[in-house]
């Protein structure tokens, strides 16, 4: 049920509450609640996050039967009037129901007609006494700050929407376990309803582009500039729709993922466990949404322009070039269909920055050897280069389709020069987004219906040092960073960490991220979700670790891939890196005191899933931890298990495998010999196979 105060203030905060209350006996459910539109949304809870794509706030999934208090800010603009409405849904163990309570609120000082508030309340369904089949929910998220997690089929609460009971004739059988299921702390995708009653779906306000509006996907946020995704908001899911990832089902026999990319292959079958049991789900520390709020770089200081640029050499093309733009320290040309600039200034002048470059039509190039704060482009823009011997960078960069872009920044001692880029069209087109930095920070990137690669670098400094390059987000801007496009072909650091909030891709073919060790810098993989509906995934990095620091977002962090996991590593070299995954033990009080040892409410952990084919290979040379699932997750007669294999798992620590592996028995008994052999035994830890894991303390309502 959601609870709103009477009325709201434009440019006021205007808190809301979803009082969720699952039934005991639901295996899995989520929430989303969309605010009204234009509205900012901050300081979501529980672990929740703004889907900048569909503008929703989303919850979930969760596999316990805690009630929560779902709540999160949501801020009208200054000129907002009239009454709004608040809309949501609460998905219990697949079934969706309205979330019922307040969901129109009048502007303060405004005597509104009275709407009547829908209400409703829907009477508790009992468990089938049939074999119950829950089907996979989508796990894919939009983009910034994306979309993607799984919708499994929980049990409507005692409040949710009736549905009529299944009457057959069927044995009744035990109530399945729960399975675990990585769960995607910032970007969950289901459409959830909260059992009590549930509202609008919110969506991540705060478009992470430096000042982009996102288009339907997560916006990438350049300079500090928060990206179109979510805004202070945890978990940003930027997916325009996304295919379905294969997700756990807690039944026999699971059903095949709504996935367009993977069929999950029917859950072997098996009578059910007669007692259930509870599995661990990755667990969510409330929103790693870091406070404090995202700021955009200052827009610099205007200076006339006109007498500083070289001005016969700026542009060729059809249109003009706008001389009173050029006065306030903008290069803008209008009317033209196409056109290239050639940025330079007078001999014996400086500039330190221009504030924008801005052209109504396509950009066959811009040639810049002076940095700029926003490049604005409503056509094509199919070539942005850098140049001179200083160094240049655009803090910005927007276009209605991405081409080539190049950037070769030397920031001073201490500097760090932050970048954002972003298609700002959706259509389709032929041409592919290649993304050439160093010496900046990327901040986000995002190009919707579009192709993409992106290499960043650190490069070598004359006489000592380095200008370092890197993915990852600007201070206080992290629920922002998000690296999107529908086909994310690659993204690859040498030299620097790749840490966005949020990678995701839709259908490709392969997806390669990387990160290698160069000029003493580490090269960590660090995200808290990569989601992507590829046919093949490959993670991997030499000299850093792979997403072995869960207590840096307070939260679990999840590998997704609708296809073939071709290899997650992360090597050493010269003592660097080689963690892969982590079980981190959540510290319980003042002193540091560890909490128990109960899976899933006591660790952050490390999750990775695939589709139906599986995993290929495992590794981390100081330790491989975590929770790995091939296929889709079920419960049988045999224990918990999985429909794909998991061929290998390596690492040259003593006792360096833990956790839980979850594939199917076949490949089971294939992997477990491989791993009891004499030479590689030794580096057993304590990794179960095929084992469920016991179920956390029971929560009190």
Not at 222 to 239: D, L, N, R, S, V
Request: some cysteine; aromatic content about 4%; glycine content about 10%.
């Amino acid at each position: 049920m959601r609870n709103l105060p009477a009325t709201y203030t434009p440019g006021a905060a205007v808190p809301v509450n979803i009082a969720a209350r699952p039934g005991t006996a639901v295996a899995a459910w989520a929430v989303e609640d969309t605010p009204p539109a234009d509205w900012v949304v901050s300081n979501i809870n529980e672990g929740g996050a703004w889907d900048a794509i569909n503008k929703k706030v989303k919850w979930g999934p969760y596999f316990d039967t805690q009630w929560r208090d779902l709540q999160y800010n949501a801020t009208p603009p200054l000129s907002e009037t009239g009454l709004k409405t608040f809309a949501g849904t609460a998905s219990f163990d697949g079934l969706d129901q309205t979330i019922t309570g307040d969901s129109i609120i009048a502007q303060a000082g405004v005597t509104p007609t009275p709407v009547p508030t829908p209400s409703h309340t829907p009477t508790p369904q009992p468990t089938p006494t049939a074999t119950a089949t829950p089907a996979p929910t989508i796990t894919p998220t939009p983009k910034p700050t994306p979309t993607g997690t799984a919708t499994p089929q929980p049990t409507p609460s005692a409040t949710a929407t009736p549905k009529p009971t299944p009457t057959g004739t069927a044995t009744p059988q035990p109530t399945p376990t729960k399975t675990p299921v990585p769960t995607t702390t910032t970007t969950p995708t289901p459409q959830p309803t909260p059992s009590a009653t549930a509202t609008p779906k919110p969506t991540p306000t705060g478009t992470p582009v430096p000042t982009s509006t996102p288009t339907p996907k997560p916006t990438a946020t350049g300079t500090a500039t928060p990206k179109p995704t979510p805004t202070g908001t945890a978990t940003p899911q930027p997916t325009p729709t996304k295919t379905p990832v294969p997700t756990i089902t807690t039944t026999p026999t699971p059903q095949p993922t709504p996935s367009a990319t993977a069929t999950p292959k029917p859950t072997p079958t098996g009578t059910p466990v007669p007692t259930p049991t509870k599995t661990p789900v990755p667990t969510t520390t409330t929103t790693p949404t870091p406070q404090p709020t995202c700021q955009p770089d200052p827009t610099p200081t205007p200076v006339d322009l006109s007498d500083l640029l070289d001005l016969k050499v700026l542009y060729k093309g059809d249109g003009e070039v706008d001389d009173a733009a050029l006065a306030t320290g903008r290069i803008v040309i209008n009317d033209n269909s196409k056109g290239s600039l050639k940025i330079r200034p007078k001999k014996g002048e400086s500039i330190d920055f221009i504030v924008s470059v801005e052209a109504a039509g396509d950009i066959t190039k811009i040639d810049t050897s002076i940095p700029i704060h926003r490049v604005r482009v409503e056509g094509e823009l199919r070539t942005f280069a850098t140049s001179g011997s200083d160094g240049a960078y655009a803090r910005r960069i927007e276009a209605g389709t991405l081409g080539v872009v190049k950037m070769a920044a030397k920031p001073g001692s201490g500097e760090t020069f932050y970048v954002a880029i972003r298609r700002a069209g959706d259509g389709s087109t032929t041409r592919k987004a290649n993304v050439t930095l160093s010496g900046v920070t990327l901040t986000g990137f995002e190009a919707l219906n579009q192709k993409a690669l992106i290499t960043v670098s650190t490069k070598k400094k004359k006489g000592g040092g380095v200008y370092p390059g890197a993915i990852a987000p600007k201070p206080g801007c992290e629920s922002q960073s998000v690296i999107f496009a529908s086909e994310l072909q690659k993204v690859k650091v040498s030299g620097g960490d790749i840490r966005p909030l949020l990678i995701e891709s839709e259908r490709t073919a392969q997806t390669k991220i990387q990160a290698f060790w160069a000029l003493e810098r580490d090269a960590n993989i660090n995200p808290v979700r990569i989601l992507v509906q590829s046919d093949k995934l490959a993670v991997e990095t030499v000299g850093g670790d792979i997403m072995a620091s869960p207590g840096d977002w307070g939260t679990s962090q999840t590998i997704r891939c609708d296809g073939l996991i071709l290899r997650v590593q992360a090597k050493a070299k010269k003592g660097d890196g080689g963690r892969l995954g982590a079980l981190q033990p959540i510290a319980g009080g003042v002193f540091g005191d560890l909490v128990g040892p109960a899976i899933g409410e006591s660790e952050l952990a490390t999750w990775i899933q695939s589709g139906q084919e599986g995993i290929k290979l495992l590794r981390g040379d100081e330790g491989v931890n975590g929770y790995f699932i091939a296929g889709i997750l079920a419960l049988t007669t045999e224990g918990c298990s999985a429909t794909g294999p998991i061929v290998n798992m390596q690492t040259k620590q003593e006792g360096g495998l833990n956790g839980f592996a979850f594939l199917d028995f076949d490949a089971k008994d294939k992997l477990e010999k491989k791993l009891n052999a004499p030479a590689k035994k030794k580096f057993l830890g304590n990794l179960k196979l095929n084992e469920c894991p016991n179920a956390p303390p029971t929560p009190t309502p």
